[in-house]
């Protein structure tokens, strides 16, 4: 691998690793989190310290999911430091989140794909990995699932696109994609979006192979399996478009994102991959970064139908949570802007529209950051409340000091809270300073 190659790669990966730590480090508190007690602490820690863990119950359902990989994750990082403590899970989730850029980067590395134009790619990487408009994920270490999720992904589409002959490589697409299955509901997403690689080179090849084929009936198998699954938790009905204005208004606000809810801006973003894999196909020049990048760009595409159905009765804005779903697709759409540059380099008169996309995608962050920083504030803000009345009620055993107003206790139902404050077993796990004196 060349040394600039290299460089850039070290570079990019520690302007990263500084930028989440910094806002880990500055708005992260140690104190679990909302789902963190339930799901983590007195249904997956407790039974492990008190020896009734079954191996069943680390794939079993958690509202939506399956959240397998963060169950085991959870498990190593508490048997490494012996604590309970969500700061040290949000620093850990660097370390993950990081893995998916330097995948990104060594794939197009060792394809020899990056250079000219294309490292234009890196400010999309960088912003999307930098930048804390995904501060639920970033700041609450139980979050890990949608690195997972995504890492997941990533290694099922290289192994399709760079080993798509092989048996050994298709076990592990077949592997990667119930993995996939079991970390979130949306994880059903992956084995459809490596089939469509599947089918990409099909149709780039003029050929159809059965071995692919079988696959892809496999894939699907695992897709309609995986949605056989996934729990209906009738209180969650009510976020559901109830009909096609729903999924219109929803998509233009996921589509336009990181802009404020613009089709203009959802076209300029999305509509790269879509224009360009159709052109490539069309003349055979798709290559192997190509294909990669094609599925990176249906996986998030699906993730935003997804969202547009499962969430979009009177959507206003984007959930935080749910924005790094959209990080590969538009690494994928920045890939295709810069492909179209490309092929239109001699065509002066709209050889700049590729640039577009470039001059949206950095606008909308810039003009969203503000807006970022403050919801960073406020979940700061409550988060120094939670700690507080939860450190009171430690020191008192006052019950009438956990009735807060939401938010202000890290917990929606204070005597469940309580409950599990009180308890033998977690209580001792718990960060050491919310018992000082």
């Known amino acids: 691998m060349p040394t600039r190659n290299i460089l850039a790669l070290l570079a990019t990966l520690l302007l990263i690793v500084a930028a989440r730590l910094y806002f880990v480090g500055t708005f992260g508190v140690s104190l679990p989190y909302w789902d963190q007690w339930d799901a983590e602490g007195d249904f997956l820690l407790r039974p492990w310290i008190e020896g009734r863990l079954k191996l069943r119950e680390l794939w079993q359902p958690h509202n939506e999911h399956r959240i397998f990989p963060t169950r085991l994750f959870s498990l190593l990082i508490f048997n490494f430091t012996g604590v309970w403590d969500n700061l040290i899970e949000a620093r850990v989730n660097i370390l993950l989140a990081s893995c998916i850029p330097a995948m990104i980067l060594l794939f197009l590395m060792r394809q020899k794909a990056l250079h000219g134009p294309r490292w234009l790619i890196l400010i999309v990487i960088i912003a999307q990995f930098s930048l804390p408009f995904s501060y639920e994920n970033l700041l609450v270490g139980f979050q890990s699932q949608f690195y997972f999720l995504i890492i997941f992904t990533l290694l099922a589409i290289i192994l399709a696109t760079t080993y798509p002959d092989s048996p050994v490589a298709m076990a592990g697409v077949a592997v990667l994609s119930w993995l996939s299955v079991l970390t979130m509901g949306s994880g059903i997403i992956t ?89 490539l196909l069309r003349t055979r020049a798709l290559s192997r970064a190509d294909l990669f990048m094609a599925g990176c760009v249906m996986w998030s595409l699906a993730q935003t139908l997804a969202i547009a159905y499962g969430r979009g009765q009177s959507m206003g804005s984007v959930s935080s949570r749910y924005t790094e779903l959209f990080t590969i697709g538009l690494i994928g759409n920045a890939w295709f802007a810069v492909r179209f540059m490309e092929a239109m380099v001699k065509n002066r008169r709209i050889v700049w529209l590729g640039a577009v996309f470039f001059v949206v995608f950095v606008w909308g962050h810039i003009s969203r950051f503000e807006h970022d920083m403050k ?42 809270l309580r409950s599990l404050l009180d308890n033998p077993t977690i209580r001792p796990i718990l960060p050491s300073y919310l018992s000082r004196e």
Do not use: C
């Open 191 to 279: 084995p459809i979006a490596v089939a469509g690689v599947y089918v990409l080179q099909s149709i780039q090849k003029r050929q159809i192979n059965r071995k692919q084929v079988l696959l892809a009936v496999l894939l699907a198998g695992l897709a309609a399996a995986g949605y056989s699954i996934i729990p209906q938790i009738e209180a969650n009905h009510i976020y559901r478009a109830r009909n096609l204005s729903d999924m219109w208004n929803a998509l233009q606000l996921i589509l336009a994102w990181p802009v404020l809810k613009s089709w203009p801006a959802a076209v300029v973003l999305w509509i790269p991959g879509l224009a360009m894999v159709p052109w």
């Open 375 to 416: 919801n960073v504030h406020e979940s700061y803000g409550n988060s120094l409340k939670q700690e507080s009345n939860v450190r009171k009620y430690l020191k008192t055993g006052d019950p009438s000091v956990l009735v807060q107003p939401q938010f202000e206790i890290p917990y929606p139902d204070s005597i469940r």
